[in-house]
């Protein structure tokens, strides 16, 4: 194996959601470095759907402020623009959902039924776990699903681009569902939909939540060979 596979390999498979940040800022110029280097995804036609707003600071803080304010006291009446889950899970997807939520809450120590502590956990995404700087994606709304399966190869380039830079991220769907608040912070009209968000920085290795290591089906278990 090649120094050049090894370091590739090394990029993608150390990429985790990080849920607890240190307080250390990130350059700009890194962050420029990061988007373009992933924006060199492919994409249907060259079409290049993705939009980005990338938040710190003041714009970070108050954006987290009312967000968390809806989620604690107002949830009700926000709701994504698009179904990421469906609304009943099956096998195996049912077990493996619960297995790592399980696992998150067992290293958080979140009892099952602790509804309040869940919550709490829940809203940490609207802080973005503590880092020193958010991404918000949008999309443009007339754009079909080919064009959204076009924007995750472009976000898994932007999570393995700061691996390579000695960064972490954690992407983050919860965002979607506030997407009207997030219009009165940010620049996003309303033709663009509210993809997710991201957290990015670094991670802070005391924080007993970055311990979580999911597990992944064999390759055996999700391919079929043909003739090889």
């Known amino acids: 194996m090649s120094q050049q596979v090894r370091i590739v390999d090394a990029a993608i498979t150390g990429r985790r959601s990080i849920r607890k940040f240190l307080d250390q800022p990130v350059d700009r110029e890194i962050i420029e470095q990061i988007l373009e280097v992933s924006a060199r995804?492919?994409?249907?036609?060259?079409?290049?759907?993705?939009?980005?707003?990338?938040?710190?600071?003041?714009?970070?803080?108050n954006l987290s402020r009312d967000i968390l304010d809806a989620h604690y006291n107002h949830q009700d009446v926000h709701a994504s623009e698009y179904e990421y889950y469906p609304d009943i899970f099956v096998e195996p997807f049912k077990s493996r959902r619960k297995k790592v939520g399980l696992d998150l809450y067992?290293?958080?120590?979140?009892?099952?039924?602790?509804?309040?502590?869940?919550?709490?956990?829940?809203?940490?995404?609207?802080?973005?776990?503590?880092?020193?700087?958010?991404?918000?994606?949008?999309?443009?709304?007339?754009?079909?699903?080919?064009?959204?399966?076009?924007?995750?190869?472009?976000?898994?380039?932007i999570m393995i681009a700061a691996r390579a830079r000695g960064l972490d991220t954690c992407p983050q769907a919860a965002f979607a569902k506030y997407h009207r608040i997030i219009r009165d912070h940010l620049t996003v009209s309303d033709e663009q939909i509210v993809v997710c968000g991201m957290s990015l920085g670094l991670i802070d290795n005391t924080a007993i939540e970055n311990q979580l290591e999911t597990e992944r089906e064999p390759v055996s278990g999700f391919t079929r060979f043909y003739d090889l």
């Open 106 to 157: 067992g290293l958080l120590g979140i009892e099952k039924g602790a509804v309040d502590k869940m919550q709490a956990q829940h809203g940490r995404n609207f802080l973005f776990f503590d880092a020193p700087v958010g991404l918000i994606f949008t999309i443009d709304r007339t754009l079909k699903i080919g064009s959204w399966l076009d924007y995750g190869m472009f976000l898994q380039n």
């Open 41 to 61: 995804a492919p994409s249907g036609t060259n079409m290049q759907p993705w939009r980005v707003h990338v938040i710190a600071a003041e714009t970070m803080k």
